[in-house]
């Protein structure tokens, strides 16, 4: 158990209409925390990491996942203060430090003394979000992944893992964590994608979801077929896919120096409503 006389400590069961009530107050940008709250249930000990709290007085005002990822909720430069020193006693065990960029970047700045240097920062990633049917047409020719397709869409995601992240989602265990994710998003219905011969031309996933809104993930053309205008169309496929059957809100976040996928989303009609920021371990 935290030290509770520090204002931070691991968050209960107990906790969870004070967690709700703070996710509550923006749960677009806070989708990915809102879902693992959602997936665990009645019981945050099933989300797959530990979740903090940081309060003033008997009120929660911040949050912090510490699990696979570090990612602050709603934190105060206080919280980011304490934050960091409850990461630095416990050391690093996560793969990315993520998030809105306010809290994320003086985050880092308290971590990066003894947990740096980095492989990567993305300092400045523009969360995007649209309520609107696409401003351009879908592609008719993108649609959910079939299991029985689960090969193909595994071999398109690990090269888009590695062009994205610079590093091997097989690394570590062969691919079998990674397949299995793929697999699950096929499973939900989740995996979207553009087939040519048995082949991946275009894909996305919707990554993340909650009944308030979804977040697109992965957007991947294949690189001999970039420049004939799949992009845009695919991604209207999924994010009017996903508004009429996930939730009302669609979002996705974007390196700021991928000026070509920025103009992609931009036709789509995603617009700027935050800034996030990654740093890669």
Known sequence: MLDTTERVR?????DLRAVRRLLDTDPVTNVFIDARVRAAGSDLRRMGGQLWGYGEGSRLTSLCFAGANLVPVAATPTAVAAFAELALRYGRNCSSVWGPRDAVAPLWDALAPTWGPARGVRGEQPFLTTR????VPADPAVRRVRIDELDALYRASVAFFREELGVSPEE???????????AELIARGHAFARFENGEVVFKAEIGVATPRAFQIQGVWV?????????????VAAVTAAGLRDVAPVATL???????AA???YARVGFTHADTFMTVLF
């Not at 294949?222 to 695919?234: F, I, K, N, T």
């Open 222 to 234: 294949r690189p001999d077929r970039r420049g004939e205008g799949l992009s845009a169309p695919g």
């Open 262 to 264: 920025r103009r992609t």
């Open 132 to 135: 609107d049917q696409p401003a």
């Open 172 to 182: 570590r265990d062969g691919g079998a964590y990674y397949r299995a994710r793929v």
């Open 10 to 14: 691991l968050l209960r069961t107990s």
């Open 253 to 259: 976040y974007v390196n700021d120096f991928n000026h």
